[in-house]
């Protein structure tokens, strides 16, 4: 038999080998060796807590070990570019938050990945942000709205500082959105992961933070005070905590996520065994019972995460634009 190099294949030949499963031997025998799920934030954040509870429920459906790896810096940026450098075999998946994919690419002038250098494989679980105040900070004494806190903000610019996960990143994002909206200026302090960020409003070297669900209990506590959520509706955790749409900011909606993407041209076999292992989490009653503190558990497809990442891109990138964000 004559036999044409594949990079010879005309493209949309090929697209059809490759839906048919011809080439795919590999695959049919995914996963024959350890699976890396790299993390671009640091252990102790709700990207790094929801991989490693995936990759345990993973290598039990499969019965392939699963290493959770972390990479942390430039928002992500590291760890994205190990993965779209990385062969394209299933082996090596990337644990995303949204920013990595729908913000990155169109901040940085740098970026050494496009969100196309990928293929969704599902995401896993969404979450809002909770605007977050130290009550014990001397300088919050007044504040017991967030309307509270943008009243005295626009009494003092440029002396309450909020932190974030990282330069460019959705947090980022969202306080300046709250900037420009309420014509107040906060100074951004950027941390290496969301653990950083609140030991510094603990400790009142920052004044407020976006946390996520994972710190419920440091809310219930009354070691920090929840101001509003940054998702459409409320909390299910915080029901008496408002929306930031509900207090004068209409359409506001700078909640999170995280997924699951693998390079662009892995197998088509090898990301349905890697999605459909993932997804079978959310009917997992041990798994589900770890995921939830966490967030709401989608587990969209491909498809479905696909069109996701598409339709957040278009928002950012609108946002981007009216707010003259760039980035090095």
């Known amino acids: 038999m004559i036999s044409m190099p594949r990079r010879l294949l005309p493209a949309g030949l090929l697209v059809a080998l490759l839906l048919l499963g011809i080439g795919s031997a590999g695959a049919q025998t995914y996963p024959s060796r350890p699976i890396r799920f790299i993390v671009g934030f640091s252990a102790g954040g709700i990207t790094d807590i929801v991989a490693r509870i995936i990759a345990d429920h993973v290598r039990n459906k499969l019965g392939q070990s699963v290493i959770v790896e972390n990479r942390t810096g430039a928002n992500g940026m590291v760890a994205a570019t190990e993965v779209a450098r ?58 017991a709205t967030l309307n509270d806190l943008v009243r005295l903000a626009r009494d003092k610019p440029g002396q309450f500082t909020y932190g974030s996960t990282g330069q460019g990143g959705l ?87 995280v997924g699951a993407v693998v390079h662009a041209r892995t197998p088509p076999a090898v990301i349905k065994t890697l999605s459909d292992a993932i997804r079978s989490a959310a009917t997992d009653p041990a798994t589900r019972a770890l995921l939830m503190p966490h967030g709401n558990i989608p587990m969209l497809d491909p498809q479905q995460f696909a069109a996701k990442i598409k339709a957040e891109t278009e928002v950012n990138a609108k946002v981007i634009r009216q707010a003259a964000i760039t980035l090095e």
């Open 86 to 143: 990385a062969a394209p075999d299933g082996y090596t998946v990337l644990i995303s938050n949204s920013s990595t994919l729908t913000l990155n690419p169109l901040l940085y002038k740098k970026s050494q990945y496009e969100t196309s250098d990928f293929f969704p494989v599902s995401l896993m679980v969404s979450y809002p942000f909770i605007l977050a105040i130290n009550p014990a900070n001397e300088k919050n004494a007044s504040v």
């Open 171 to 257: 947090v980022h994002l969202g306080f300046e959105l709250i900037n420009q909206q309420a014509d107040i200026k906060m100074v951004h302090v950027p941390y290496r992961g969301a653990a950083a960020a609140l030991l510094a409003l603990l400790s009142k070297e920052i004044d407020i933070v976006f946390e996520n669900p994972t710190s419920l209990a440091q809310f219930k506590s009354g070691k920090i005070k929840a101001l509003a959520v940054t998702s459409p509706e409320r909390w299910r955790d915080l029901p008496d905590v408002p929306a930031v749409s509900e207090l004068g900011f209409p359409g506001f909606d700078a909640s999170s996520w």
